[in-house]
């Protein structure tokens, strides 16, 4: 079991940090946690009286996982990774404050700059979203790819 220093490998500050702790369980998987602090400003401000956390931002836990996942080992430790697309990604509970989020994440296929990872997020056994990333080690590479296609 391997545990990451996180600060060097996510390019986040502070306030947009969706990973607390990342162990990697084997070359193609690993696990991130977050804890989600009950006076965050999206539970304030997203559904006021009925804090929900905002689906979104379980994506972004997702793509934090994985980038942390894809950076490990790497020769371009600390080169930034880009969300290129969500694909099939399915909420299936709300999350609340104070909940912690484990993100499992697991490299599915290498396109060039493009890895397609999938995504499990669950808090304690529930699942609460499911699907696949697809992060690029470019910039716009996967608008790219598709402009060059049509």
């Not at 391997?2 to 162990?23: N, Q, S, V």
């Not at 977050?34 to 006021?48: G, S």
């Not at 804090?51 to 931002?57: D, E, H, N, R, S």
Request: charged share 20%; glycine share 10%.
């Amino acid at each position: 079991m391997i545990k990451a220093p996180l600060h060097p490998l996510t390019p986040h500050g502070p306030g947009f940090r969706f990973i607390d702790r990342f162990e990697k369980k084997g070359e193609l998987c690993g696990i991130g946690w977050k804890h989600l602090v009950k006076d965050a400003p999206y539970f304030q401000d997203h559904f006021p009286g009925h804090p929900v956390m905002p689906a979104v931002l379980l994506v972004e836990c997702a793509a934090q996982a994985a980038g942390v996942l894809i950076m490990q080992g790497s020769d371009q430790l600390g080169t930034p990774l880009f969300l290129a697309s969500v694909d099939q990604f399915r909420i299936h509970g709300p999350v609340f404050p104070d909940e912690v989020v484990e993100t499992v994440v697991t490299i599915e296929k290498e396109l060039g700059p493009l890895v397609m990872v999938g995504v499990e997020c669950k808090v304690k056994e529930r699942m609460v979203a499911r699907g696949r990333l697809m992060l690029s080690r470019q910039l716009g590479s996967a608008t790219q790819k598709e402009d060059s296609q049509q």
